[in-house]
């Protein structure tokens, strides 16, 4: 099993630029793809990201394409999801998420099966 926790969360006006971290524990996740999915009130959790370790490569749901940036750092066990130009729209809790069963760009929160426990983005309009 792999642990997560995120950082970075916060209150930020539109147009401005947060920084969210993931840092995982436990198994060494350098095979497993990675995802950020986020939940708003009232609303069913939704994929944002996707990193797939091996290539590298990502994937992003429309609506944050060009603006936010998934990346990771195999050695320290972190992935990041910088993100800018941000909209009262992006407001909601963010989670990271670990996909250790196949390596895939998941799109769904069935495709992974470690989670963290969440940090809030609240973006002011």
């Known amino acids: 099993q792999v642990q997560l926790v995120e950082s970075g969360g916060g209150l930020v006006q539109a147009g401005g630029s947060l920084r969210l971290s993931c840092a995982a524990s436990?198994?060494?996740?350098?095979?497993?793809?990675m995802g950020w999915f986020r939940q708003a009130p009232g609303k069913e959790r939704e994929f944002v990201a996707a990193?797939?370790?091996?290539?590298?490569?990502?994937d992003y749901a429309d609506s944050v394409k060009g603006r936010f940036t998934f990346s990771g750092d195999n050695a320290k066990n972190t992935v990041n999801l910088q993100m800018n130009s941000l909209k009262p729209e992006d407001t909601a809790v963010y989670y990271c998420?670990?996909?250790?069963?196949?390596?895939?760009?998941?799109?769904?929160?069935?495709?992974?099966?470690?989670w963290g426990q969440g940090t809030q983005v609240t973006v002011s309009s």
């Open positions: 998420a670990a996909n250790t069963r196949a390596y895939v760009l998941g799109r769904l929160p069935i495709d992974y099966d470690s």
């Open positions: 436990g198994r060494t996740f350098s095979s497993y793809a």
């Open positions: 990193l797939r370790w091996g290539d590298l490569s990502t």
